[in-house]
């Protein structure tokens, strides 16, 4: 069974305050990787896609990477407009659903 | 270009009430999905359409159907709502086998007292 794990599950930094935050997962084969982030009360945003170990995308202040058993998205030097959830999703090559993880709530303070 | 769009935004139903959730999208894409969100469980996959005429049952189908009525239009009814159907209910589409980005509507908040 295809399993997700976010952590942490909230996260409070200062802007400019550079972090990182972690998704690890189980699928019996990666088929691709997606990073999503979600404000409050709206649908999911697409942000990466990663598919293979050692791939690393790039966007503004976000940077995903890719790990046989995890990913970490991290963010430097953080703005307020940063703030939402941010949810990981493996996809299994087995199967065309995603499984997504419960997310980080990550909060920046001006 | 509006993407995915969903009907209706809000919904309160009693129990044992009955509703269609509408999606449609304008990307031609082949494939549609239904997710649930509850709160620290994460998106839930309810059903799938992977191409027009084709459904299939995700990780929680019971007490729902899907129609897939045409490339851009995929329902998700509700016969007998019940308050453990409380959530934010996500349509999402993406272009096919090979292109699987999913790209998501905006939800329907519904309520079963």
């Known amino acids: 069974e295809d399993q997700v794990t976010q952590s942490p599950e909230a996260l409070r930094l200062q802007e400019g305050e550079s972090s990182s935050l972690n998704c690890s997962y189980t699928?019996?084969?990666?088929?691709?990787l997606f990073w999503y982030r979600q404000d409050p009360g709206k649908g999911p945003e697409f942000l990466f896609t990663?598919?293979?170990a050692g791939e690393e995308k790039e966007k503004e202040r976000l940077k995903a990477t890719l790990t046989k058993k995890e990913s970490f998205l991290h963010i430097t030097a953080p703005k307020p407009e940063d703030s939402a959830t941010y949810l990981c999703?493996?996809?299994?090559?087995?199967?065309?659903?995603?499984?997504f993880g419960s997310g980080t709530r990550l909060q920046v303070q001006p | 270009n509006a993407g995915v769009t969903q009907t209706p935004k809000f919904q309160v139903l009693k129990t044992g009430q009955s509703m269609t959730l509408q999606c449609a999208q304008d990307?031609?894409?082949?494939?549609m999905y239904w997710y649930r969100q509850d709160p620290g469980m994460g998106l839930r996959l309810i059903y799938y359409?992977?191409?027009?005429?084709?459904?299939d049952k995700g990780e929680v189908p019971n007490g729902y159907n899907v129609s897939r009525l045409n490339k851009r239009e995929f329902s998700l009814r509700l016969e007998s709502a019940a308050p453990s159907q409380t959530s934010v209910y996500f349509c999402?589409?993406?272009?096919?086998?090979?292109?699987?980005?999913?790209?998501f509507g905006p939800g329907t908040r519904l309520t079963v007292l």
């Open positions: 999402a589409s993406s272009g096919g086998f090979t292109t699987d980005t999913q790209y």
């Open positions: 699928v019996s084969g990666l088929r691709g």
């Open positions: 990663l598919y293979s």
């Open positions: 999703a493996p996809q299994d090559t087995g199967r065309r659903a995603l499984t």
């Open positions: 990307m031609n894409h082949n494939s």
């Open positions: 359409s992977a191409s027009e005429g084709t459904t």
